[in-house]
């Protein structure tokens, strides 16, 4: 009896499932937030959320859901997707509607992967840096993380995925990168597809960012890929239509060897009953819309001044960064002897009322002092963030 009150008395703990489960890139603003209640003023650089730094969202999104609202689309979806948008899907992948299925953002997508295709201690390669919740998703299914690495240029060095390939499950490749701001060539995605098919390892495709490469020449993964290697792709509202708050993604299969992978995530759609419909019907509409390509060219236009912006206000200062051509991040080393650890820098940063992410949440960084910044503020922003923290450099 005694012991019953005692145990009461207890606050009631998370599972340990829980102590694998992290999102660097949201876990540092309850600091922030510390921060700001006493009074100071912060600079977000830490999220890659477009519409916060006044990019508008494609305008037939927004059109479309009103006019959803009195469409007879209040009841669940299906699962997998509604129909339409599946369609529409799949005359971009080139593929069959069956293999497309619409996910809540790819960040559901991407939990599906893990979740159907990596089992215990199987070997998934990511790249070094990568995208966190790459990393959380691998701890919580129980995988084998392995990394490979870019070259100076931020391209995939291909001579290290070949030591690292044999083996693996799968290969996640992320492009145009975050948190590098990478932009992968025809050449090195070539020579990174034949060595998956070498080894027979598919590859999960990010392309979060696909549209958003603003020099160099954008690439098309499909056609690279198809009937080389089994691969699926993925890529949402969020980043290339600047409507993250839509919760609106999709994946698609290419290749045969996906039948009951696809049942799976069959199962996992159905679990989750379905995706918000208005969305889906205005994915259809914003996907296909004609106007898109001026859209595109407009924001393309705005992120290389914002880019050049933030090369000419860091430039003088001890940072280094491969130059980012896509996205709208940069990974950045300190080459001040003065920081050992990156989360000792970015809470110092944070004093100084900047909110930066440390490179280590995008995966161990040994050479050096790491942290990630967007550079989607007005140049002004950028220009005072980056004199705050010269002072602790
Ligand atoms: C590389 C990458 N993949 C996936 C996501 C998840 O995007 P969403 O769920 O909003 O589609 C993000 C978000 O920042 C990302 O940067």
């Known amino acids: ?18 102590n694998v489960v992290s999102y660097p890139i949201r876990d540092i603003v309850m600091e922030a937030k510390r921060e700001e209640a006493k009074g100071k003023q912060m600079i977000y650089l830490n999220i890659g959320d477009p519409p916060l730094y006044g990019f508008r969202p494609f305008g037939a999104i927004a059109e479309r859901v009103k006019r959803a609202l009195d469409e007879n689309c209040q009841g669940y979806a299906p699962s997998e997707g509604d129909e339409q948008l599946r369609a529409a899907v799949a005359q971009i992948e080139k593929c069959s509607p069956d293999d497309v299925f619409i996910v809540a953002g790819l960040t559901e997508g991407i939990d599906f992967f893990f979740h159907a295709f990596i089992g215990f201690g199987e070997k998934v390669l990511l790249p070094n840096p990568a995208y966190p919740l790459y990393l959380s998703k691998a701890k919580q299914f129980e995988g084998d993380t392995v990394f490979y690495r870019h070259d100076g240029d931020g391209q995939i060095d291909v001579a290290n995925l070949a030591k690292k390939i044999e083996g693996a499950k799968a290969m996640v490749i992320i492009n145009p990168n975050n948190p590098l701001g990478a932009v992968y060539s025809e050449k090195n995605l070539s020579d990174v597809v034949h060595l998956c098919a070498e080894y027979d390892v ?65 199962l996992l759609c159905n679990q989750r009953l379905s995706v918000n419909w208005e969305y889906q019907k205005a994915a259809s509409a914003a996907i296909t819309d004609p106007s898109y390509p001026a859209y595109l060219a407009d924001i393309k236009g705005k992120l290389l001044e914002r880019r050049n912006a933030f090369i000419r206000i860091t430039r003088k200062m001890p940072l280094t960064y491969p130059v980012p051509n896509g996205a709208f991040y940069a990974f950045i080393k300190i080459e001040s002897k003065k920081w050992k650890k990156d989360l000792e820098f970015v809470r110092a940063a944070l004093h100084q009322g900047v909110v930066f992410v440390p490179g280590s949440g995008f995966g161990r960084q040994e050479d050096g002092v790491y942290f990630r910044t967007t550079f989607l503020p007005e140049p002004d922003v950028i220009e005072a963030a980056f004199s705050r923290i010269g002072k602790i450099l």
Request: glycine fraction near 8%; include cysteine; charge should be positive.
């Open 202 to 266: 598919p590859i999960f495709y990010d392309g979060s960012y696909d549209q958003l490469v603003f020099e160099g020449k954008p690439v098309d993964f499909r056609k690279i890929a198809r009937r080389k290697v089994p691969f699926i792709y993925g890529s949402s509202l969020s980043k290339c239509f600047n409507y993250p708050g839509a919760r609106l993604g999709w994946v698609a299969f290419h290749g045969d060897k996906w039948e009951e992978v696809k049942n799976a995530f069959f």
């Open 1 to 18: 009896m005694l012991h019953l009150k005692l145990k009461r008395k207890l606050p009631y703990r998370p599972t340990e499932r829980m």
